[in-house]
């Protein structure tokens, strides 16, 4: 596990000091994702405790967002008295993103797995 | 002798030991709610979490900085998390033969519909144009979108809480959408999850299907390569069409 951890935050370093040096608007975990997926496509298969690291952390991944959330709800006035317009967008919208998207893929794309 | 409260209360407002306790116990309090109630998506563990953090540090008097110096220690592994979507897609895109083509389509319709639709519906509620701006990139992770909306003229700021927002919403009305439009399929509702509501859709995914969370995690990574470029270009398009 801590081998996996450290394979990990290498890859957001890595990414991030990408990031900086070429002052790119993509953050550095994404880069640093990226990157760690060429390796692993690169790779025969995903080492094994990489994997049960991965499966640990991302299964807590709602988790991570609770400060943030906290944080929203310090900075609501920043929302002023658009509010009602702001919420009404963003409900409808996300709405209507996750139809489309998902009815898309759905009608394009017989699941790879799904059916099997 | 007797405790001397008020000189432990000072210890414990200031330490990070209490926010990361604090965080915890309300985020397995959500957890447990949710489980408790058959995994219903309204019962969002993520909005519980928050509502009661709220209220605890509203009633006790800590701020929020004091608060965020020690839950930092938990928001900061959103780095290595987003880092570790890498194993899910590697695993996905090893079993893949076919289907490229479909997840390109999805991805720039979904990113597409992301932020006319946010656009749209802002304008007609007569928001102001640097508050439409802040919503358009609203469905990719905080640090693309806040590069997004400082591009194109919108608040970082409003841009970034509009962000979690959207997570939270996309988590708790999105499987019912996906159930009333028939969408049954685990890799559409995934996808659809991760390009609406980002890394809180994708949290969801990965809790209820392996697949579900793999194209979910697919989904983020691509949504926020699209949306970066998508967006400055349908602003152009949209400035050229407007400006007399």
């Known amino acids: 596990?801590?081998?996996?951890?450290?394979?990990?935050?290498?890859?957001?370093?890595?990414?991030?000091?990408?990031?900086?040096?070429?002052?790119?608007?993509?953050?550095?975990?994404?880069?640093?994702?990226?990157?760690?997926?060429?390796?692993?496509?690169?790779?025969?298969?995903?080492?094994?405790?990489?994997?049960?690291?991965?499966?640990?952390?991302?299964?807590?991944?709602?988790?991570?967002?609770?400060?943030?959330?906290?944080?929203?709800?310090?900075?609501?006035s920043v929302l002023g008295n658009e509010w009602q317009a702001i919420i009404g967008s963003l409900i409808g919208s996300t709405a209507i993103t996750v139809l489309v998207t998902g009815w898309v893929l759905q009608r394009l794309h017989r699941g790879v797995s799904d059916d099997s | 002798m007797t405790p001397d409260f008020g000189q432990v209360w000072v210890y414990l407002s200031a330490s990070p030991l209490t926010a990361l306790t604090i965080t915890l116990v309300a985020y397995l309090v959500g957890d447990w709610l949710y489980q408790k109630s058959g995994r219903m998506p309204i019962l969002n563990p993520v909005l519980i979490a928050v509502v009661l953090i709220t209220v605890g540090i509203t009633m006790t008097g800590i701020d929020y900085w004091t608060y965020f110096e020690g839950a930092q220690f938990v928001h900061f592994l959103l780095g290595?998390?987003?880092?570790?979507?890498?194993?899910?897609?590697?695993?996905?895109?090893?079993?893949?033969?076919?289907?490229?083509?479909?997840?390109?389509?999805?991805?720039?319709?979904?990113?597409?519909?992301?932020?006319?639709?946010?656009?749209?519906?802002?304008?007609?509620?007569?928001?102001?144009?640097?508050?439409?701006?802040?919503?358009?990139?609203?469905?990719?992770?905080?640090?693309?979108?806040?590069?997004?909306?400082?591009?194109?003229?919108?608040?970082?700021?409003?841009?970034?809480?509009?962000?979690?927002?959207?997570?939270?919403?996309?988590?708790?009305?999105?499987?019912?959408?996906?159930?009333?439009?028939?969408?049954?399929?685990?890799?559409?509702?995934?996808?659809?999850?991760?390009?609406?509501?980002?890394?809180?859709?994708?949290?969801?995914?990965?809790?209820i299907n392996k697949n579900a969370g793999a194209f979910a995690s697919l989904a983020i990574g691509l949504n926020g390569l699209a949306t970066a470029t998508l967006i400055p270009i349908l602003f152009t398009l949209w400035q050229w069409w407007t400006t007399p």
Request: glycine share 10%.
């Open chain 1, 1 to 76: 596990m801590l081998v996996a951890l450290t394979q990990l935050l290498f890859c957001q370093l890595v990414g991030e000091v990408i990031a900086r040096a070429f002052d790119l608007a993509i953050p550095g975990p994404v880069i640093g994702m990226s990157l760690l997926l060429v390796v692993l496509l690169y790779r025969q298969s995903i080492p094994e405790n990489l994997e049960s690291t991965a499966e640990g952390i991302l299964s807590h991944l709602s988790l991570l967002f609770v400060p943030a959330g906290v944080g929203v709800v310090a900075h609501l």
């Open chain 2, 80 to 207: 290595p998390a987003t880092v570790a979507l890498a194993i899910p897609v590697a695993r996905l895109l090893k079993t893949m033969r076919k289907g490229f083509g479909a997840i390109a389509v999805s991805l720039f319709v979904g990113s597409a519909t992301a932020a006319i639709s946010a656009v749209f519906i802002a304008e007609i509620l007569h928001a102001s144009e640097k508050t439409v701006l802040s919503l358009a990139p609203k469905s990719v992770t905080t640090p693309i979108a806040m590069g997004i909306a400082e591009r194109i003229g919108g608040l970082p700021s409003l841009t970034a809480v509009c962000v979690i927002m959207t997570g939270i919403i996309g988590a708790m009305i999105g499987p019912y959408v996906l159930n009333a439009a028939r969408i049954t399929s685990w890799d559409a509702r995934g996808f659809a999850m991760g390009v609406a509501a980002h890394g809180i859709g994708t949290a969801r995914a990965i809790q």
